[in-house]
C-alpha cells in the first residue's frame, strides 16, 4: 500500500521505461476528469439502490424462516444457495439470461405477449440488471446474519409486548428494530463496502457499457491500470477512492452507534 501510494504521486506507466515525480498532478486531474466522475456516480447509485433493497428483502427472509414449522430448513437452503455460487458464474448465468435473442428471461416476456427487452445494451435499464444478479447473489449471506442477530432476541420481550397489546408491527418497531442495530450497523457497513468495490459483474456482463452507463470506479481503476497503463494515475484514484469508503464507514458507524440493551 505504501509503495502503492508513492506510486500515486508519479507519472508511473508500466511499459514506461522510467516515471517522473507529478507531485498531486494525478489527484487533481481526477476532480476534473469526466469519466471519473461518471463512474463514481455509477458506484453510489448503485450503492443506494442495492443497500436498502437488498436489506430489506433479507431481513424479511430471515424473518420468514426465524419461524418454526415444517420445511424451514429447506427454505434457508435455498435462500442461501447462490451465496455459494461463484460470483464470475453467477454473472456468466445472468449474462445468458439477460440475452435479447435467446435468454430464458426474454422467453419469459414473449410468452406472454411482451416485448423482448435488451438487459444488458440499454443504458437506461443495463445497470439495473446488474443490481438484481448483485441481490440475488448477496441476500443469502446477509440473512443469515439477520438470522442470528434475530435468534439473539429473547422471546420473553415480545411475549411482554403482547401481553401489553402491542400489534406485530409495533413488536417489530419497538423490539425487533431496535435489538437489531447493532446486526444492522454490520450489514449496512457491510453491504456499502462491498456495493461500492464492485466490479467482478461490470467486467463479465457489460465491461462498463454500454457508452459507459455501468463503469464503476473500481473498473475504472482497473481499465486506467491494466489496459491504459496509466499506473500513477489508476493509484491515485485507489487512494482517492478508499478515503471515501473510510469517511462513508465511520460516518455509519456513528449514526449507528447504540446502548440499547436488553
Known amino acids: 500500500m505504501l509503495h502503492a501510494l508513492w506510486i500515486s504521486f508519479q507519472n508511473y506507466n508500466l511499459i514506461a521505461a522510467h516515471s517522473s515525480f507529478a507531485g498531486w ?40 424462516v426465524q419461524k418454526k414449522f415444517r420445511g424451514v430448513g429447506f427454505f434457508r437452503t435455498v435462500y442461501f444457495v447462490p451465496v455459494a455460487v461463484s460470483f464470475a458464474i ?12 435467446y435468454g430464458m428471461l426474454n422467453a419469459v416476456l414473449k410468452g406472454i405477449g411482451l416485448p ?8 437506461r435499464i443495463s445497470m439495473l440488471g446488474i443490481i438484481v444478479l448483485c441481490i440475488w447473489r448477496a441476500m443469502g449471506f446477509v440473512m443469515v446474519i439477520f438470522l442470528a442477530g434475530l435468534n439473539n432476541i429473547p422471546d420473553s420481550l415480545y411475549e411482554a409486548a ?14 425487533t428494530l431496535p435489538l437489531l442495530k447493532r446486526t444492522l450497523a ?9 456495493a461500492l468495490k464492485i466490479f ?16 464503476t470506479v473500481v473498473h475504472f481503476i482497473y481499465e486506467t491500470a491494466f489496459k491504459q497503463m496509466n499506473m500513477g494515475f489508476a493509484a491515485a484514484a485507489a487512494f482517492l477512492f478508499f478515503a471515501l469508503v473510510l469517511a462513508i464507514s465511520v460516518v455509519q458507524l456513528r449514526i449507528f452507534r447504540t446502548d440499547v440493551e436488553y
Do not use: C, E
Open 25 to 64: 498532478g494525478n489527484y487533481r486531474k481526477l476532480f476534473s476528469d469526466g469519466t471519473f466522475g461518471a463512474s463514481l456516480w455509477h458506484s453510489f447509485y448503485f450503492t443506494l439502490v442495492v443497500l436498502p433493497v437488498q436489506t430489506a428483502i433479507s431481513l424479511g427472509l430471515a424473518m420468514l
Open 90 to 101: 453467477a454473472s456468466t448465468i445472468f449474462r445468458l439470461i439477460y440475452n435479447k435473442d
Open 116 to 123: 423482448a427487452v435488451d438487459f444488458l445494451s440499454n443504458p
Open 162 to 175: 403482547h401481553v401489553d397489546g402491542a400489534s406485530p408491527a409495533q413488536r417489530f418497531l419497538y423490539v
Open 186 to 194: 454490520f450489514v449496512v457497513i457491510i453491504t456499502t463496502m462491498d
Open 200 to 215: 467482478i459483474p461490470i467486467y463479465i456482463t457489460t465491461s462498463g457499457g454500454p457508452a459507459g452507463s455501468t463503469s
